[in-house]
């Protein structure tokens, strides 16, 4: 079957066939005919390619000859990091810094933290948004290192190898 020739009202005119684009509009079947032609509508468009390891390296080698060592010393000790890592989730650098402030000055430890009511983790951390969800969380974390360590320092991760 031979392609077809239709009219499309290009945009902002009215749908007269004077004013309309033509336009040839084939049937699936034809694509296997007129490969030439034929606009390739079945390919579908990939996502933004992801770079190998190899590349990924080049570009941090390349951008530290240039820019010299990135120095990536911690701000704080590994699991305030971690409790600060939950508080920054959905909120802004302010709010979050503002939350974590207000969190230390009212437990001064995170054993504190750790022992305390989730209501009163939830004030606490009110400025960071969502404390009714990650009050819970905090706590649940800490907790649970503390369960499986006996004290809240996750220094031991260090050793422990990358997958």
């Known amino acids: 079957m031979p392609p077809v020739l239709k009219y499309r009202?290009?945009?902002?005119?009215?749908?007269?066939?004077?004013?309309?684009?033509?336009?040839?509009?084939?049937?699936?079947?034809?694509?296997?005919?007129?490969?030439?032609?034929?606009?390739?509508?079945?390919?579908?468009?990939?996502?933004?390619?992801?770079?190998?390891?190899?590349?990924?390296?080049?570009?941090?080698q390349m951008m530290t000859e240039q820019y010299g060592p990135f120095d990536q010393e911690p701000r704080l000790p590994p699991t305030d990091e971690m409790v600060f890592?939950?508080?920054?989730?959905?909120?802004?650098?302010?709010?979050?810094?503002?939350?974590?402030?207000?969190?230390?000055?009212?437990?001064?430890?995170?054993?504190?933290?750790?022992?305390?009511?989730?209501?009163?983790?939830?004030?606490?951390?009110?400025?960071?948004g969502l404390a009714k969800i990650k009050a819970p969380r905090i706590k649940e974390v800490l907790n649970r290192i503390l369960e499986l360590n006996c004290s809240l320092d996750i220094s031991f991760l260090r050793e422990m190898p990358l997958r």
């Open 9 to 60: 009202a290009s945009k902002g005119t009215s749908k007269n066939r004077e004013a309309s684009l033509p336009v040839l509009y084939f049937r699936h079947a034809d694509a296997r005919i007129l490969p030439d032609i034929m606009p390739r509508t079945t390919v579908k468009k990939r996502g933004p390619r992801t770079k190998s390891k190899a590349e990924i390296a080049r570009t941090i």
């Open 85 to 128: 890592t939950i508080l920054s989730q959905h909120t802004s650098d302010i709010n979050s810094s503002r939350a974590y402030r207000r969190l230390m000055d009212r437990f001064v430890s995170l054993d504190a933290v750790a022992a305390a009511d989730i209501s009163e983790i939830e004030k606490a951390i009110a400025p960071g």
